[in-house]
Structures are given as structure tokens and as C-alpha cells.
């Protein structure tokens, strides 16, 4: 049930008039995918379940009755779900004895529906994931559901491993804290699923910003709230005089931007740099360029009480919500708790991807002794191939590998391209919010080529995303969003000529989203852009779309049919100075991401 708030203006005077807080009941629709929930580390022979849920098309549990499927692991037949009426079937005691990686998918019965799950590595010695939600809200603050929706979704419909509810401080009462503490107590079980007790100091970015403060423990614990702890300062301050600092984990987020000049090196350890509010690793880096030692992990920020699998909710939140990795073999509430409080994390933008980033041995997280050569490692398990890889070292570029462009080359009877739209969410001032989401929506027509088929592959939510075929021409007719982060129209193409090109045609938009205080959101006039076969450069071509300080953009890229889903690899790099970071960055062919958490080279004695 979700408590829904109803107004009544009786006169017409835009005075409205509160009614007492009505229960209403939600359930799903019509079935519309499937997914499949299961470990993505397991040792070989060792028990685990998996979950196979079906949904709608806003991510619901999809009404009865529910077609039986079949479960694929590497293509081959694993699992079958019977026929029924319950949305969420757990497969429970399952094995698989030969080390390796296993890609699963799922059919229904009639095969007209598909869906994937994450990859299971079967390892003696990989470190295990909890995947977990470390921002989410319910009824409590702006959102809407109840306490007990949360937790039920965290726990039976993401399948997560740890959540935190998180609501804001300037609007809950103690009556609500009690509540959340009796949750995070009644719903974790051991081995299963971990809950923190957690609150979002809740303030203006040129005060510090939304910061979420997370406990080890519910019990004997009460909020340094902003009423009475008004800076950042005075919230550092305040922990730390009624708290131990391994107790206590600060996250701070850029919907309200954290401020990076300041941070406490033993409450603050990870900042959050991806939700639904859009892409942010700016924050990150920023907080990196200031000497703060941190590492990166993604939330949902979801206000539907749908943590850790949820869909865009339309307009700003143009992106599904984020995902944080926690690496640790003790999945209990101290081992994951001191693994965040460590760096052993990375983050996600909700995909389940496996990365795993070392330096001359030591992994994400660490600040490791000096050596002048270094020798950086790792392997990416995806959940779609692999679209690029990226190392940063002080926040510059130093390697880029990309495993899906078709650099040259006569084109074949058919082929496959992307158009991807990208736009930049960096503040305009150094000390303001994001700029808000940019609204991609038009018409796109192909000249000198056949559409054979068209698909978005982050064109998530049914009522902001759209995406069909216009009847009258070689054309399309799309609507997306992006905030930092990409989102593509996949083509396949037949009879391609040298000339042919792909003309687009914007409609007129408005930035929508945590509006800055220094620069009001863009309105962004009619446009087109026009993108040549003639001009492919190692396989594509670039239109950027300046908008005063921002340079969107539009991407043709031709592509292979079936890229890696698995990817190993290796850079060498060598440096006489003390101190220097690395991280990595992931893109999939689906638009995902993942972010390492920083390695630290020398500087100070090593953790």
C-alpha cells in the first residue's frame, strides 16, 4: 500500500486543503520481462539460490498468471520455473562445480518473453560481492510508499545483499526514526540480507550539501540533524562527539552537491557519484583533485520505495537507479560495513558487472607502498559486451581501449551502428549542482541505407522514453534523456552506401533537475545535426552541440555484431611521484557503467 496525500481546493483560490493520508493499494500489470537475481561470486560446489522475477513494464511484479521459463546458463538449459501465479520464484541449494563464468538468460515457455541475469563467477579465490543500496526513500520524506515496501523490495524484489533508508532529517520525526530502527532490525537475517539504520543530512550545497550518514548498529543510536547541526563542519563535529568513527559512515551525493573542499578522512570514505538524479563522476574527481582520499560507489536515490532494481520515474530521473559493489568474503553487517569503510568498493550504474582493478597486486581501495613502476591489472565480466575500458591517473586519460567500434573497412550487406546522445552534468560554478538532465526527442531518417531494425538500449521508462518507426519514411521518431551519462539508438543497416547519412531533427527542450542556483535550466531551441558515412574516423564521427559551457553530443559509430562480455587487461606506467591515483572506467554496448574505486601510489604509509 502506498500512502498517497490529496488536496481539495474547494473555491478555486489555489488554497488547497489537506485530507487525512489515504492507503492506496498498487499492483502490476500485464507481464512485460523477466529477470533473473542471483550471487555473482560462488565458490565451485557451493550452495546459493536464484530468483526469477517477472515484471511489467514499470518494473512491478507482473500480475498472474506467470508463463513457465526456462534458465540458460552459457546458452544451455540450467533451471525451469512451472507455471504460475506468483510473480518471484527462489530456486534454492543450486551448484555449480567447474570453476569459470556463467552468462544467464531466460526464456519463457512460448518464448515471447526474454530476459538476462547477472554473470556468476565460480572462483576459489575472487573476492566476493554484496551488492547493496546505500540511498533510498519511502513516504517518510518527498516520496512515496511505506517503510516496510522498502525493505520488502530490497530484500525479496532486487535480492540485494545490504540496504540503507535513508530519509531526509529536516522532515522526520522520532516516531519515523523508531520505525526505521524497528525495520532495519526486523528485516535483516543473517547470511541473507543486512539493513542500516541511515538518515540524509539534508542541506543547501553552499552549506555543504546532502550528505548520508550511515550507522554500524541500530540499536543506542539517534540523528545529528541539520536543525540543530546547520554546516558540514558542525556534522563532522557532532558524530564524532557522540560516536566512534568506525561506526559512523558519511556518503555525500551531487543532487545537492557535497562540498568537496571539506571532508573528514574517518567518517567520509566513499561518495556517491550516480543515482537516478543522472551520472556524476565529476564529484568524485573533484573530491580526489582536493586530496581527499575516497573511494566510489552508485545509489538508487529511488523515492518510490523501489531500492536497488528500479526504472527511470520520468521526467529529470533519466537514468535507472545505481548500484553500490562491496568487496568482502564476510557478507555479515561488520564485514560489510568495514569493507565501505575501507574503499573495498566500486560502483555500478545498476547492472551487476564484475570488475576487478590491482596495482602491482593490490587491489581497488588501496594506498600501496611507492614503486616507480606499475604495473596496473584487471578483468571486466559483463553483463553486454564490452564497449570501452578507461584508466585515470590524477584525473587525466592515460589509456583508452575500445572493443566494439569497426575501425575500417568496405561495410558488409548489413551492418550495425550506434547513435549515442551525450550530454555533460558538471556544475557551471565550482561550487553549485549539477546541470539537469538534457532532453534528446525528435525525428531521425536515414538517407542512402535501409532501417532493418532499430532498439534502444537505455531507453528505459515507458512514459519518458519512446522510440518507434515512423510508417512514412526510412525514418524514427525517439525521446531519451541523458545526464552525464550516454544513451543509444542501436541500428542495423542494409545497402549502405559510401554517401549515405543520418540526418536528426531536435525539438525543442527544457534541462529538467536540481536546478543550480547560478545558472537557471537551459531552455534548448530546435535543432539538427546531420552525420556522414563519408566522415567515419576509426569508425565514427562526432557532432558536438555547444550550449554555453557544455559540449553535448551526438555519436554515429559502426560497431561488430557480438562484442566481448569478458575482457583482461594489462598497462604498465611508471612515475617518480608520491601520492599518484588510478581508477577505471567501464561502459557496456547497453549503455552501463562501472567505476573502480581508486589505488593510491605512496604518499603515505600504505593501509
Given at each position: 500500500f502506498l500512502p498517497v496525500p490529496m488536496y481539495v481546493d474547494f473555491d478555486g483560490s489555489d488554497h488547497c486543503y489537506a485530507l487525512p493520508i489515504q492507503p492506496i493499494a498498487v499492483s502490476g500489470s500485464d507481464i512485460a520481462g523477466v529477470h533473473v537475481f542471483s550471487p555473482s561470486v560462488v565458490r565451485p560446489g557451493e550452495n546459493f539460490d536464484i530468483s526469477v522475477r517477472a515484471q511489467d513494464r514499470f518494473y512491478n511484479r507482473a500480475k498472474g498468471p506467470i508463463p513457465g521459463f526456462k534458465v540458460y546458463a552459457n546458452g544451455k538449459v540450467w533451471q525451469t520455473v512451472a507455471t504460475s501465479d506468483q510473480a518471484i520464484t527462489v530456486i534454492e541449494n543450486l551448484k555449480l562445480d567447474?570453476?569459470?563464468?556463467?552468462?544467464?538468460?531466460?526464456?519463457?515457455?512460448?518464448?515471447?518473453?526474454?530476459?538476462?541475469?547477472?554473470?556468476?563467477?565460480?572462483?576459489?579465490?575472487?573476492?566476493?560481492?554484496?551488492?547493496?543500496?546505500?540511498?533510498?526513500?519511502?513516504?517518510f520524506a518527498e516520496g512515496i510508499g511505506t517503510p516496510d515496501q522498502f525493505m520488502e523490495w530490497a530484500k525479496e524484489d532486487a535480492r540485494l545483499e545490504f540496504v540503507t533508508h535513508s530519509e531526509h532529517d529536516i522532515w522526520m520525526d522520532d516516531f519515523e526514526w523508531n520505525e526505521l530502527v524497528a525495520n532495519v532490525k526486523g528485516y535483516s537475517e543473517p547470511g541473507r540480507f543486512v539493513a542500516y539504520l541511515r538518515y540524509e543530512w539534508t542541506t543547501q550545497t553552499r552549506y555543504g550539501g546532502h550528505h548520508n550518514v550511515l550507522f554500524r548498529n541500530p540499536d543506542n543510536n539517534f540523528r545529528i540533524p541539520n536543525q540543530f547541526y546547520p554546516t558540514l563542519s558542525s556534522l563532522y563535529q557532532g558524530l564524532r562527539e557522540n560516536f566512534s568513527v568506525n561506526d559512523v559512515l558519511v556518503i555525500p551525493h551531487a543532487h545537492q552537491a557535497g562540498d568537496y573542499r571539506q571532508s573528514d578522512p574517518e567518517l567520509q570514505t566513499l561518495v556517491e557519484i550516480m543515482s537516478k538524479h543522472g551520472t556524476f563522476e565529476w564529484l568524485g574527481r573533484m573530491y580526489l583533485n582536493h586530496g581527499h582520499e575516497v573511494g566510489f560507489i552508485a545509489a538508487s536515490d529511488d523515492h518510490l520505495s523501489q531500492p536497488g532494481y528500479t526504472a527511470p520515474s520520468g521526467n529529470y530521473h533519466s537514468q535507472r537507479g545505481g548500484l553500490a559493489a562491496?568487496?568482502?568474503?564476510?557478507?555479515?553487517?561488520?564485514?560489510?560495513?568495514d569493507a565501505m569503510k575501507t574503499l573495498q568498493a566500486y560502483a555500478t550504474s545498476g547492472d551487476k558487472i564484475i570488475l576487478d582493478v590491482s596495482i602491482n597486486d593490490q587491489g581497488m581501495g588501496h594506498r600501496i607502498p611507492f614503486a616507480e613502476k606499475r604495473k596496473l591489472e584487471g578483468k571486466v565480466i559483463g553483463t553486454a559486451p564490452i564497449?570501452?575500458?578507461?584508466?585515470?591517473?590524477?584525473?587525466?586519460?592515460?589509456?583508452?581501449?575500445?572493443?566494439?567500434?569497426?575501425?575500417?573497412?568496405?561495410?558488409?550487406?548489413?551492418?550495425?551502428?550506434?547513435?549515442t546522445f551525450s550530454s555533460e552534468s558538471f556544475p557551471m560554478h565550482p561550487h553549485d549542482n549539477p546541470r539537469g538532465t538534457r532532453g534528446w526527442s525528435g525525428r531521425l531518417e536515414v538517407e542512402g541505407a535501409g532501417i532493418l531494425s532499430f532498439e534502444g538500449t537505455d531507453f528505459l521508462h515507458p512514459e519518458v522514453s519512446h522510440l518507434e518507426r515512423d510508417p512514412q519514411n526510412n525514418a524514427l521518431l525517439f525521446a531519451t534523456g541523458t545526464r552525464g551519462d550516454t544513451s543509444s539508438i542501436k541500428l542495423k543497416l542494409e545497402n549502405i552506401q559510401r554517401e549515405a547519412q543520418v540526418k536528426l531533427d531536435f525539438n525543442p527542450a527544457r534541462e529538467q533537475g536540481s536546478?543550480?542556483?547560478?545558472?537557471?535550466?537551459?531552455?534548448?531551441?530546435?535543432?539538427?545535426?546531420?552525420?556522414?558515412?563519408?566522415?567515419?574516423?576509426?569508425?565514427?564521427?562526432?557532432?558536438?552541440i555547444p550550449l554555453d559551457v557544455y559540449r553535448d553530443r551526438v555519436t554515429l559509430r559502426r560497431v561488430i555484431k557480438a562484442g566481448q562480455k569478458v575482457v583482461e587487461f594489462e598497462l604498465s606506467d611508471e612515475s617518480q611521484i608520491q601520492g599518484d591515483y588510478y581508477y577505471v572506467r567501464v561502459t557496456q554496448a547497453n549503455d552501463a557503467m562501472a567505476w573502480s574505486s581508486p589505488i593510491w601510489v605512496g604518499g603515505v604509509t600504505p593501509r
Open positions: 567447474k570453476a569459470g563464468i556463467y552468462h544467464i538468460t531466460v526464456v519463457s515457455e512460448d518464448g515471447s518473453i526474454n530476459g538476462v541475469g547477472n554473470p556468476i563467477l565460480v572462483s576459489h579465490t575472487a573476492t566476493k560481492i554484496a551488492w547493496g543500496d546505500t540511498h533510498g526513500h519511502a513516504g562491496v568487496l568482502t568474503n564476510d557478507q555479515s553487517r561488520d564485514g560489510i560495513f564497449s570501452s575500458i578507461t584508466v585515470v591517473k590524477n584525473d587525466e586519460e592515460i589509456w583508452h581501449e575500445d572493443y566494439l567500434t569497426i575501425e575500417s573497412g568496405n561495410f558488409a550487406e548489413e551492418e550495425e551502428f550506434f547513435i536546478p543550480p542556483r547560478f545558472r537557471p535550466a537551459a531552455r534548448i531551441g530546435r535543432s539538427s545535426v546531420t552525420l556522414s558515412f563519408d566522415d567515419l574516423q576509426q569508425g565514427q564521427t562526432v557532432k558536438a
